[in-house]
C-alpha cells in the first residue's frame, strides 16, 4: 500500500469522486484500486450519471491482482450532491462533459480510459480489455496519489489533464 508524500499520513483523508457513464467498469475499478493503494489517506467513491451495475469482467479481473470489488455497486452521481470533495476523477470523456458542479471548488483530474465494456469480441478479449484499462487506471491513480497534498495543500497534481 501507498501513502501519500513519503508515507506520511494525513488525517482527515483526502475525499475522491470518480465519476464515469455507468459506473460499471472504469470508475468501480478506480475506486477499489485507490482504496487499496492510497490507503487511509483517502476516502475514495465513484458514481455515473448513467448507473448500472458492475461488471463481472471488472471484478474478475480486479480480483486477479488481489482487490475485492464484490460488494461495490453502482451508483448515481445525485447520491453525492452538495457533498463537497477534494478531488473529482473523471475516467471517460463523456463524464468530463457532464461532471456536475461540487461546492468546495474541487480539483478536478481526467483520465482517458478506453471503456473496456465497448470491446465486441470473445471472453479473453473482453478480459484482455478489462486488464488493460486496470492497469491504465493503476499507473494514473498511482502517480496522483504520490503527488496529491493534505485538503487544502499545494501538490503536484495537475488539474484537468
Avoid: W
Avoid at 30 to 43: C, K, W
Avoid at 50 to 64: D, N
Avoid at 111 to 116: H, N
Amino acid at each position: 500500500m501507498m501513502e501519500r508524500n513519503g508515507g506520511e499520513r494525513r488525517n482527515p483523508p483526502l475525499r475522491v469522486l470518480i465519476l464515469c457513464t455507468a459506473n460499471s467498469a472504469r470508475s468501480q475499478m478506480a475506486e477499489g484500486l485507490l482504496r487499496q493503494d492510497g490507503g487511509p489517506g483517502f476516502a475514495v467513491f465513484s458514481a455515473g450519471h448513467r448507473p448500472s451495475s458492475v461488471r463481472p469482467e471488472a471484478i474478475a479481473v480486479m480480483r486477479e491482482i488481489g482487490v475485492d470489488i464484490s460488494a461495490q455497486r453502482s451508483k448515481h452521481v445525485d447520491e453525492f450532491a452538495g457533498q463537497c470533495f477534494d478531488y473529482v476523477i473523471t475516467v471517460c470523456d463523456q463524464a468530463k462533459e457532464v461532471c456536475p458542479l461540487f461546492p468546495g471548488a474541487p480539483r478536478r483530474i481526467h483520465f482517458s480510459i478506453a471503456d473496456p465494456a465497448a470491446i465486441a469480441a470473445g471472453p479473453e478479449q473482453r478480459l484482455a480489455a478489462f486488464r488493460a484499462a486496470r492497469d491504465q487506471l493503476r499507473a494514473a491513480l498511482r502517480q496522483f496519489a504520490a503527488a496529491a497534498p493534505a485538503p487544502g495543500g499545494a501538490d503536484g497534481v495537475p488539474a484537468n489533464t
